[in-house]
């Protein structure tokens, strides 16, 4: 239970309102604090474990989103943040943090925990979901701890874990305690991905292309930082959303893989060193189209320098295009321009991808707080499946391409074996 902020303090306390952005301002929180907050009848009460810094973490988005009312049936009632709220405190992004959860208990009420363990129990009749958005390797464990703090349905940011036999395993621990697990996969809802599976459908012969680009420089130094921070490879990183949904539209998984064919001409694997000074090997921009033994096709192509905008395309048996639609498209971006100005500095790609994740918190809660299905939500199987073709694909695509390919590199045509060289065009 909170305590009245004095009156006496109110002059102070508009000025500092005045000079906060948007986001960390409101009338509310100029006089008074609100009782700890507690969901309805109709919706779960929200744990998010691994919030981050502001404008800058993945949990983060997902709790402004919750405490702006733009997924109904989920009440954001307690934050674990283990290193805003540790040895992260006093560092880069602990201010920004602070700030933060002074408005969130302010205004609504969120209580905030330096661990799960420090979670109160979970009171009769309440439905707790767990949301883990902190690091993947961690995830086993939040996993464990968020079933012994009585969670009954756990929202899983992806890959979900470091490797497929923690998924299984994973897996196993949860339906021994009866406890549902819905990934985070939020492309598997995206409008671009439905539109172009709706016209595919009703154009036969047709063929499906998956295209994912982001905005890293074409530098040694912005792709070697790319390479160590995502050390588990770009198919286990930025392809994965692309592989979840061959894996739950497509029918792909390794037993049922007929044929990989790599797009020479596209792809490039480069060797570079990351900020630390060791190098990494890993794909900047690949191409491949799987068959399976099913009788379905489908390409998948990514590019971590291709920009800020991904597509799915439809094509004809010649590879003539027939459809294309973008995320984001111009509804999108219209949403994008608010956002910007309502986030300022925020990542880029929380605003092209604001309605998904919407859409999936949503449904993932009204699943723990009412038991109606989760339609298109990928399980913890779509991510054994995902991450086990990214297991199989990544040798035997750096095979395919093979030696004279790999190290060819997007900056400047240079070959990147020697970073230095690189570094140096």
Known sequence: IFSRINFHRSQEKRQRYKNKPTFLRSPSRLLTMVEAA??????????????????????WYHAVQMLGGECPSAKLCHIVEPWFLGAGASGPGGPEFAEFQKKSEEEHGVQFHKSVADLPPV???VKRLALISGRTVDNPRLLTEAIAAGCSVVYLEKPGAPTVAELEAMKKEAAD??????????KNVCKYVRKAREFAASTPGSHVTFVSNNTY????????ECFERNAEGMLKNMAIHELALLASFYDV?????ESVEADKDFSSMQTLAGPSGKEWTDFDKIKFTIKTKT?????????RCGGDTSYAMVSDADGIELFRHSMPDEEDKANVSVLEVKYPGAMPYFFSQDPDYITVKERVAKLCATGEEAKEIATIDIAIAALSVA????PVLREKLGSENAGSSKVEGVVATDP???ASQ
């Open 38 to 59: 507690t969901p309805s009848s109709s919706q779960a009460e929200v744990v998010l474990i691994g919030c981050g810094c502001p404008l800058r973490g993945m949990g």
């Open 123 to 125: 009171a009769e009749g």
């Open 177 to 186: 305690a009866n406890v549902a697990i819905c990934m985070g996969y939020n």
């Open 217 to 224: 420089e074409p530098t040694a130094a912005s792709l070697g």
């Open 253 to 257: 998984s390794v037993d049922n893989i």
């Open 295 to 303: 009788g379905k096709e489908v390409s998948v192509q990514a590019d």
């Open 391 to 394: 297991e199989y694909l990544t």
């Open 420 to 422: 230095a060289k690189v």
